[in-house]
């Protein structure tokens, strides 16, 4: 078992890297602009409070807290020059000053701008030098989709104690190499690059980044939920990955389709270090054979280019007849490898300008909603638009006749519920009286906390008395599709967990009666 | 059959009559016109511009829902009709006027203690037993053993169902916008009981929760046996109690939203309970709407039972309860061939499928027949009883003026928020009558000659039924009659966006009835009520004490009057209703 802890923890690590990139970066620009202090307080006890003091948990290790002479200072310097050496995603990426960029990326970026540039060669060289090395060892050891992967073998399981019968469906393996050349194909024909669409590693650090940066641009305006919104076709593209490979065809994305994979699996075709066979030790169990991830034959040799170098048939080989065996050719490029690892500036990194933090950014839309009372147009504005609980928000109501242009300068009053999901509406503003401001008619108030809210306006206008009213959305009130999500989710595992029961009850009865 | 004692059967359906003539002449008589509405000046309420009641004032004319209003009004209209309100937020709805009301507990008194004692005394056997098997009649029980039949009508509850969940879901959460809250609790609920009078537990053939758990779980689930120790209806009586929490204490009943996660709550324990336990067993146990509505349709025209003992007893197949390839076993483990109770029937109509000698009847029968003979008496159903009793009060209680400040006073007196305060009176007002009751059977057992205490106490609970029905339904007649016609104007525009579906959005229907029109019909409802309360009681009070029934009677007597003259009382009070509620 020991490659098999080996390989979890290093690919835990690299995706906890890939997740942590976005708030490592977050964290750079606020102290790079000064304002961690202020960020700090204003997210206190908040999620994405708990990020930033995480991500300089991680980027403090070691460090004394001092600056200038001033002991208990943060190393305002010495954090920021850390927080610099994890950038980007998997796709491309600066560790310790190391550029890195993925393979795929670099062919479809060559392929859709027709051209290498040098940064582009330096980004690839570490990841080039590898694979022609040690083979698809990314797969195995660097992307995440190996832990998606695995996660869907444990459901595969799962489903099978469920008696959700998983089908065995089986792809041809030369099907990624169509997918490789169709997308550099495409990439090169019409200079759009598509094939990150369909490659779980850029899906990942994509995804990582979209979900912080919306999150913390959220907490930035006061609003605190998790923003699931944020999350898009990446994300459903691997969740439907992982139910693919666990109820239709296990392992079928790494074997057979991932363009990526095609790519290092040519790369690595005369790869220096492979697992080799022990031909007298070998007793044909298949245990090898069985545990193979990518469906390979460790067992009769059979490995070919396809093999990731996982180890996992080294951990399940009961008279150690497996070996990792590296030809002697392999040690002058291993030192170029390690000579080759220096500075560059990768091509692109996403990553996200550090400007405008003590600017009010972004700008709170206003609210307008324009109502109708015979010949009078009644205008209700309040700022901003989608108030904040706790904090004062403005309405203001503006009433004329759009025909005569004459304005109403009657009196007028404001009552507010609270819209509350098992109580009826309750009243925490007014009846007030408006303060007139002009032809305005103004109001000031407080919304208690986030949700839905219904201000009502008492008025006489042309002698009639009119009782207006306006829904008003304050914070991130919940949506019922939540609830109902989570129930039919509820529902549908209550119902997948009675159905297995009854299958097994009625498997052991048949037992029983046989 | 003899046709002697057919006066019996009829009895229901002359109370229906009257109460439709009652309806239908109020109607008439204030010209019939189905729109154009004016608000009272007096109490806020809406009434139709057609009412009697109306004066001229300063070229103005003012509309009132009743004499009483009117005559305030004449007293000062100078004073009073530069701030006549436009329109009203919340209005008061006057109770019965003071002569009705000392009038009807005048007629409950005389009766209780005068006339019926003396009717009661010659019995009335032959009445109690006569029946009319409609199965007899062409075609019901074709009918009745059609399963396209009964799914079409399952299917279409079913479809309502989801269209009120999705109304009060994502519809507008105005109440008065929304039709979910206008359907669950004033159309629903009051129909239900109201259905339950004519067609018994017919709902419970319908329902949708039952239909759509059904549905998902037929032959799909685990069939585990309810578990011993909740083979009661406790289960349901703790849920009832819940709900009528919810409905006032939480105020579901104006929230739509709220109104359908209560829906689905209810889906979800069906739903779940279909898929653990075999046949139904969560209608028998666990549903408060089947428990309420059984324990009401003991006192239901209408009966599903075995024509004919002697084929029962030479039946060998037992298909009713076993099931065969016609129909299931009975779903709520009643064994036709014993059943003598409407309370755990849900008029599934399995057995008219599975009968294989067609030998079971859907019969007509006189009012509280299951109420009048000895029964099975169970601590669980008298209790359910007695809460139904003290919730239905509850329910009126919570809607008079006294009500919020009761609730306030305690509030500043305990230094204790609205729901805690809530609570304490809900289980005061619980509380309440269910003590006084124990005290009145105390007194009933010195007078019955040894009989165990409990014993007298379950049997006796049966006897109050009737009232809160009665008083039951005389209060929903107030939300139905002068609410329900808001359903022709939301049908139109269900989620409250802006739709004309039917063409009737821009309707503003009148109610069905003038307030007059109504005291009249709730004092008819609860003095009924507690005819046949008088009437359950004297043939319980005979059979457990035959030497000295009339003196073993007087304590329950006095409950009865007791609880009628409540009923009445609350009657009189002012009901505050939210018009933009419903």
Known sequence: MKYWWARRAVQLAILGAILMAPVVARYEHYMSARSYEKMEKSFEGKAVGRWLKTAEAGLGLGLRWEEGGVEGRRPRKRLIARARHLYGSAWSARVFGVSLTDLLAGAESAASSRGLRTALLTGLAVPLLATLLLGRVYCAWVCPMGLLSALARQLRKLLVFLELKPLSVELSRADKYAVLAMGLLAALLTGLPLLHHLYPPALVGRESHALFQAWFDRAEADLFGVPWQALGAGTLFLGLLVILEAAVAPGFWCRALCPGGALYSLLGRFRLVRVARVKAACIDCL???????????????????????????????????????????????????????????????????????????????????????????????????????GVRADVTVYAWEPESGRVYEGEMRLEAAEVRALAGPRTFYGPELSRPNGTLQKFALVYPRDGNYELTLHLRAGGVASTLRFPIVVGDPPSPWKGLGLGAGAFGLFFVVVRAVRIKKARREARGVA | MSLKPRWALALPWATLALLLALVALDWARQGGEVSGTAVDPMCAMEVRRGVEARSEFGGRTFYFCSSSCKAEFDKDPAALAPAAPAAPEEHTMRGLPTWMFQAGVAFVIVLSFGLFELAGRRGGGGALASRFDLTELPGVRAALKSRVLLETSRALMASAFVGIIVAGLFGDQSPAMNIAPLLTWTVWWAGLIFLILFAGKAWCTVCPWDALAGWAAGGRGLDLPWPRWARSIWPAVALFLALTWVELGAGVTLIPRATAWVALAMLAMAAGSAFLFERKSFCRYGCLVGRVSGLYAMFSSVEARAKDAAVCASCRTQDCYRGSDKGAGCPTFEFPRTMTLNTYCTLCAECFKTCPHDNMALRLRPWGADLAVEGKPRADEAWLALVLLAMTGFHGLTMTPAWPAWVSGLEGAWGVGYRTAFSVLMTLMLGLPAALYAVLVKAAQARSGGRPYGELFVRYAYALLPIALFYHLAHNAEHFLMEGPKLVRLASDPLGWGWDLLGTAAWRPAPLITLEGLWAIQLLLVIVGHVYSLWVTDRAARRLAPAGAFSAQLPMLASTVAFSVFSLWLLRQPMQMRVSGM
């Open chain 1, 287 to 389: 245990l090898c054979d069985k545990v193979c991830p990518m469906g390979l034959s460790p067992m009769t040799d059979r490995t070919g280019m396809e093999c990731d170098n996982c180890l996992a048939c080294l951990d399940a080989c009961p008279t150690d007849a497996l070996k990792v065996r590296v030809s002697a050719k392999a040690v002058a490029p291993l030192a170029a490898l390690i000579l080759m690892a220096a500075p560059a500036a990768a091509h692109h990194i996403l990553g996200i300008p550090h400007y405008a933090y003590e600017k009010e950014w972004p700008q709170a839309p206003v609210l307008k909603l324009v109502e109708k009372v015979g010949e009078w147009e009644i205008q209700l504005t309040g700022y901003p638009g989608r108030p904040k609980p």
